[in-house]
């Protein structure tokens, strides 16, 4: 297939967004009009000062940038705003399934109620849904640098809205907080029916996606990419299915790999690996699901049985129901044609 065709197969493929975390999404520019909205001053004089600073050498820098951001968010409507100015960015990259991960902790122990986060998340989800007809799944995550008793009281306060979450996640430094450190909070989590997916592998060693399925029995590991240094666990994610929310733009900003052309994506594909390509925070990492898409069919030179792979495991490895994701299969299997 020509270049041109595949940058074409990428925009039009339909595709599922597994690995976005909703205060990743902040745009620069709407950073600044929420901080004047709340009367907030940022630290930045403007828009291209903030973006000049979106510069780093490792997650923790990454980190410290992005909870400062999620300062400015305080009220329903700047969730909303949040929310549907990234879902609009899906509508535009044919993202048709979108499973949002966000922080409860980084708002409600700043004072900010747990409604006032899901309200607006939620309501931007119903809407995108009726106007673009993009579908939606809600997961909570536990922030590991706090404490697991942290995390026990944020999932107790948080079942009021339960209805609403599919999982729960294991997000922010993987250094120094390993998945056994959650090993009962996940137990309760599952103990209500929900299910579990856990950030293992990014900067973390391969244990710890090991300790992640076998310890916190995770649905999907967000990340994973790490497994690459451990062959007997590529077999065992390839025997078992074991999906990987792997987004290579964030992996590439955060120096976890130091070019694209060394992305163990192609490497997992080929291991028989359901493995996904997500933009994780896309306003930090220059792109969304499309730019991530490129930036690997670039770089590792995909086939166009690379892309429409990828876009099918986007879907089996969703929280979709059977017969939607098989619709969606079918849909894809078009563009072998
Ligand atoms: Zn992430």
Redesign the pocket.
Known sequence: MTPRKQTELINKIPKAEL?V?IEGTFEPELMFTIAERNDIRLKYKSVDELHAAYQFNNLQEFLDLYYAGAYVLLYERDFYDLTKAYLKKCYEDKVVHTEI?FDPQTHTQRGVPFENVINGILQACIDARNEWGITYRLIPNFLRHLSEEDAIKTFKESLQFGELFTAYGL?SSEKGHPPAKFEKVFEMVRAEGFLTVA?AGEEGPAQNVWDAINMLKVARI??GVRSIDDPELLNELARIKMPLTV?PL?NLKLKVVNDMVDHPLKKLLDHNIVATVNS??PAYFGGYMNANFHAVNEALDLTKEDIVKLAANSFTASFLADEEKQKWLDEIAKFLA
């Open positions: 690995h975390h991960f997000d950030h967000d990340h987004c964030s994780d925070d």
